[in-house]
């Protein structure tokens, strides 16, 4: 069982940040970029991230999810001063981030361009899947978190997750697979909708046949 | 085959919401025994648990990831003095 810490020395609280934060900064930094698609201000943003989990430190109850917790703060000190264009860091509690966050669940994703290394066809592909579902793809797959987890960075529910992200991955696979058929690696026979649906074209043969029976 | 997988204790369609079910959340024992027995009965499900591996590595590859700058690297030293 994880317990909540009240009274840090600095020592203490340097410590505790090394051991369970440090090893997220490029996470965070990653998370940031995505979010400005600029690195002066991701540089900011991860250095405000860090500054006020430092400061909060006390609230952070060791052993749980650092990286989530983190990743929490990043996203309303984005929505907080990217969106909302109010920047008086450290003026701003937390609770005043969560109740804007809760005003605006997704992210403003408009400015979102992606400079994939995957050229051409495929990147223009992903880049019009909409822009909610290249986010929850890249929380999922890129930083690999939980549905849980993902939930409380978006301020929506588990199950809203698990929904979206299989309909975005249904789409990305989709699109993957006919780029894979388009460049000959696989036949037009392994690209169908059973490849893609979850539920094989058996099965419906079999509910068919009971049906008939 | 796909025959075999209907005599299994879970079918195709459970299994594939476990695939799923097991990149993003922590499957029960219970859950991990189906899906293990039906992925050693069915090679369609084995092949879409391939596939579903391959989706994300390729979702991680349209994300390229950034090296975090010095400065930065020096900013969480600064902060943190062993
Ligand atoms: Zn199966």
Same mark, same amino acid.
């Given at each position: 069982m994880t317990q909540q810490v009240h009274y840090l020395s600095e020592k203490e609280k340097k410590q505790l940040f090394n051991r369970e934060f +440090? &090893?997220?900064?490029?996470? +965070?930094? @990653?998370?940031?970029? *995505? +979010?400005?698609?600029?690195?002066?201000?991701?540089?900011? +943003?991860?250095?405000?991230?860090?500054?006020? $989990?430092?400061?909060?430190?006390?609230? *952070?109850?060791?052993?749980?999810?650092?990286?989530?917790?983190?990743?929490?703060?990043?996203? @309303?000190?984005?929505? @907080?001063?990217? !969106?909302?264009? !109010?920047?008086? &860091?450290? !003026?701003?509690?937390? =609770?005043?981030?969560?109740?804007t966050a809760a005003e605006h669940p997704i992210i403003d994703t408009e400015r979102e361009i992606f400079d994939s290394p995957l050229s051409g066809e495929v990147a223009a592909a992903f880049n019009n899947l909409p822009p909610d579902d290249r986010l929850i793809i890249y929380l $999922?797959?890129?930083?690999?978190?939980?549905?849980?987890?993902?939930?409380?960075?978006?301020?929506?529910?588990?199950?809203?997750? !698990?929904?979206?992200?299989?309909?975005?991955?249904?789409?990305?696979?989709?699109?993957?697979?006919?780029?894979?058929?388009?460049?000959?690696?696989?036949?037009? =026979?392994?690209? @169908? =909708?059973?490849?893609?649906?979850?539920? &094989? &074209?058996?099965?419906? $043969?079999?509910?068919?046949?009971?049906?008939?029976? | 085959?796909? #025959?075999?997988?209907?005599?299994?204790?879970?079918?195709?369609?459970?299994?594939?919401?476990?695939?799923?079910?097991?990149?993003?959340?922590?499957?029960?024992?219970? #859950?991990?025994?189906?899906?293990?027995?039906?992925?050693?009965?069915?090679?369609?499900?084995?092949?879409?648990?391939?596939?579903?591996?391959?989706?994300?590595?390729?979702?991680?590859? /349209? /994300?390229?990831?950034?090296?975090?700058?010095?400065?930065?690297?020096? /900013? /969480?030293?600064?902060?943190?003095?062993?």
């Amino acid at each position: 069982m994880t317990q909540q810490v009240h009274y840090l020395s600095e020592k203490e609280k340097k410590q505790l940040f090394n051991r369970e934060f +440090l &090893p997220y900064m490029n996470d +965070l930094y @990653n998370f940031a970029y *995505y +979010l400005t698609k600029n690195k002066e201000e991701a540089k900011d +943003l991860v250095q405000e991230t860090v500054m006020r $989990a430092y400061e909060r430190i006390h609230q *952070y109850a060791p052993g749980t999810n650092a990286k989530a917790w983190l990743l929490i703060i990043l996203k @309303n000190l984005f929505i @907080n001063q990217y !969106r909302h264009k !109010r920047r008086i &860091p450290g !003026r701003v509690s937390y =609770e005043e981030y969560q109740s804007t966050a809760a005003e605006h669940p997704i992210i403003d994703t408009e400015r979102e361009i992606f400079d994939s290394p995957l050229s051409g066809e495929v990147a223009a592909a992903f880049n019009n899947l909409p822009p909610d579902d290249r986010l929850i793809i890249y929380l $999922a797959d890129v930083v690999e978190l939980k549905y849980k987890e993902i939930a409380h960075i978006l301020d929506i529910p588990v199950g809203t997750v !698990r929904s979206r992200l299989h309909r975005a991955r249904k789409a990305l696979k989709k699109m993957l697979l006919k780029y894979a058929r388009t460049m000959g690696y696989i036949t037009d =026979e392994d690209f @169908n =909708e059973s490849a893609v649906s979850s539920a &094989p &074209p058996h099965q419906k $043969a079999d509910v068919v046949k009971s049906k008939k029976s | 085959m796909s #025959e075999k997988a209907s005599n299994g204790p879970i079918r195709c369609k459970e299994a594939r919401k476990l695939i799923e079910k097991s990149f993003y959340d922590t499957l029960t024992i219970p #859950e991990q025994i189906n899906l293990a027995g039906h992925l050693m009965e069915c090679s369609d499900c084995r092949l879409w648990n391939e596939t579903e591996r391959w989706v994300r590595q390729m979702a991680r590859s /349209f /994300f390229p990831q950034q090296e975090v700058p010095y400065d930065l690297q020096r /900013f /969480f030293h600064k902060l943190t003095p062993s």
